[in-house]
């Protein structure tokens, strides 16, 4: 079969809102050598985030224009489709965000990696059964993200939501803002520390959180790509970038 000169392991479609500037690059910081990434935006304004309502109107937003971009990600022929964005995919528990991937991998044609059920799949690899998560959302999120992971057999001991008030502010948190946030969460009753939000810049302090406290805190893209990768039966390792792709 003709394979693509650049993408021959793989070609990925990578769907994430139009505001989102944090998922590209850390994406493409990953990318193995015959993988190519290939990005589709979510058309979406940067709309005022205040309350529970503006952020479900956020969501039916996205969601409204998900299918169209993945329409458009077909053209190129995508061997799999990466979810660069979390909230639907945590929506109403797990039963019903796998009900969802599922019409979605079906609608696409190929199958689907969510950063929710990323996330599961590394926080089992490591054993972890309470956690503590961060996440720039609204309470109702909150409580949609807390549902998943309970969903999945863990405790949400503790939940840090930075209530960002647009899309685009939430790649404008920086690291100190989000060690702080983590350092208070932590403590010897928690297994390890996740963090949601696909335009939240924290894959570095991640890696650097991971060494300092010595438990897993598993940054919601750095899952989702790995789980993409392994999906694929592409198993390289590299250092840098956190134990997760480092070891497994």
Known sequence: M???????????????????????PDMEAW????????????????????????FLALVDAIGGELYATV???????????IMGMSALMFWDGRDASEKRMADLSEHAGVPVSAGSFACEAVLNLSGAKRIAVISPYMPISDVNVTRFFEDCGFTV???????????????EVQPDTLRQHLLEMDGDDIDAIVQVGTNLSMVGLAFEMEEKLGKPVIAINAATYWHALRAN????????????????
Request: overall charge positive; aromatic content about 8%.
């Open 233 to 248: 039966g592409i198993t390289d390792q590299f250092a840098g970038h956190g134990r997760l792709f480092e070891t497994h």
């Open 31 to 54: 990318r193995p050598e015959g993988v190519t990434n290939h990005f589709g935006r979510i058309y979406v304004p940067n709309m005022a985030v205040h309350n529970d309502e503006d």
């Open 157 to 171: 001991a503790k939940f840090v939501g930075l209530r960002c008030n647009s899309p685009i502010a939430i790649a």
């Open 71 to 81: 329409d458009r990600c077909k053209t190129m022929a995508p061997d799999y489709l």
């Open 2 to 24: 003709s394979r693509d000169a650049l993408g021959w392991r793989c070609k990925f479609a990578v769907v994430a809102p139009s505001t989102n500037t944090i998922v590209q």
